[in-house]
């Protein structure tokens, strides 16, 4: 019975409240995102050389960024800055240097489309959220949530 008890106040306390979880970052709803993407397309043909990015809107919250890290790796990011309540400054746009993107609110956030991490402005902690990207082949991929 003591083993009992002490199994069961591990659980409570693991199951607790996190106060280090930070609140500031669950400003994103779960939108439904189902993009066919085919790197053959003029639209997307960018995404067939590596380090390279293309902005697709009217998904996800704020639109969907995809960034192809190398050959075999394409990810897809949601355009909406994590740290911010949704409005017209918390689309993340290019930055003009590569894979970052930066929001344009007072702070400007910016963050790596080839990690998700944020690089500096008020990020608290916050990362880029993702999609899940599926291979079909032949250039074409599924992004979806």
Do not use: E
């Not at 993009?35 to 639109?63: E, I, M, R």
């Amino acid at each position: 019975m003591k083993k009992l008890i002490i199994i069961l106040s591990f659980i409570a306390i693991s199951c607790g409240s996190d106060d280090n979880i930070n609140s500031n970052c669950n400003f994103l709803f779960d939108a439904g995102v189902n993009l066919n993407v085919n790197t053959n397309l003029p639209q997307f043909n960018q995404l067939q050389f590596n380090s390279n990015a293309v902005y697709v809107a009217n998904q996800g919250n704020n639109g969907v960024w995809l960034y192809r890290l190398n050959s075999t790796t394409l990810y897809a990011w949601d355009a909406a800055d994590p740290s911010h309540a949704p409005g017209a400054c918390s689309t993340l746009t290019d930055s003009g240097t590569g894979d970052i993107v930066v929001c344009s609110c007072d702070d400007a956030n910016q963050y790596s489309l080839s990690t998700g991490i944020g690089l500096n402005g008020n990020t608290q902690s916050c990362t880029l959220q993702p999609y899940r990207v599926d291979d079909l082949g032949n250039g074409q991929y599924l992004v979806s949530n």
